[in-house]
């Protein structure tokens, strides 16, 4: 259960394992203390996300809309914006197999947030960890192969390498090295895209598993619905079916999801 706060907080509630109570403020990079009163902002919280099954938490606040991402994992703040007065933020869903890119209405356009985690997805996971393992390996042929491989792979590999844990000084240094043949200095979050609905966005879900997101836009009188879908890093429209009676007979209509299915 997560839950927005009046004074820019948010509590995170895990009732299916009845774990620890977690607190974040959306404008200040500090965890707030464990009943979210201390450190929040006094923007409130208007917008809400959970996605990765249950490992991610988003929220968004008001006036300069604030914006934030949590790894409910570790508590970890993963991403952090203000993306000011103009952008009144929406709707907030995550989108995709591993729920790792964020969706977001603002204004009339849906934006992509998508994590280095969520780039970092496209590699494989076994052959990264058995990569990292021989780059600490004692024979040196067999540490200079893996890094060279790992070269190979690429940044989305090293994205995932960065975020598997590495004790081993050696590893470590050649992390490094790869790092700086791919022309990086450290790993960087994937820019985010737009795209224009035509209308303000007033609604916004994504179909669970898949790139296809759908949203309701509407300007004046006339309402649109939407369903688009994020692949390989751009936000695409699939198919547009305009209303013409406003937002909210679509709203109060039969469930959007259906239209896809």
Do not use: C
Not at 84 to 89: I, L, P, T
Not at 180 to 192: L, M
Not at 197 to 220: C, E, H, N, R
């Amino acid at each position: 259960l997560l839950v927005g706060r009046l004074n820019g907080t948010v509590t995170f509630h895990d009732m299916a394992n009845r774990g620890p109570r977690q607190s974040f403020a959306v404008r200040n990079p500090e965890p707030a203390d464990p009943d979210g009163i201390s450190m929040g902002s006094y923007e409130p919280v208007r917008r809400l996300a959970i996605g990765g099954d249950g490992r991610f938490a988003a929220a968004a606040t008001g006036g300069e809309n604030y914006l934030a991402v949590w790894d409910l994992s570790d508590g970890k703040r993963v991403e952090s914006l203000k993306l000011g007065s103009s952008s009144d933020v929406k709707a907030l869903a995550f989108l995709g197999s591993d729920g790792r890119t964020l969706l977001g209405a603002v204004q009339s356009r849906i934006t992509a947030w998508p994590s280095a985690e969520s780039k970092a997805g496209r590699a494989d996971a076994a052959a990264v960890k058995k990569l990292l393992e021989q780059m600490g390996a004692d024979d040196f042929a067999t540490r200079e192969a893996a890094t060279r491989k790992l070269v190979e792979l690429g940044e989305p590999a090293l994205l995932l390498a960065e975020r598997m844990p590495a004790d081993d000084p050696e590893v470590a240094e050649r992390l490094k090295a790869v790092r700086s043949k791919i022309g990086r200095d450290k790993a960087a979050d994937p820019e985010p895209v737009s795209i224009d609905l035509g209308g303000d966005g007033s609604a916004l879900w994504t179909v669970p598993g898949t790139p296809y997101w759908i949203a309701v836009a509407g300007q004046g009188g006339n309402a649109a619905l939407i369903v688009g879908e994020y692949r390989d890093g751009a936000l695409s429209v699939v198919r547009r079916i305009e209303d013409g009676h406003g937002p909210s007979a679509i709203l109060n209509g039969p469930t959007p999801r259906s239209f896809l299915t």
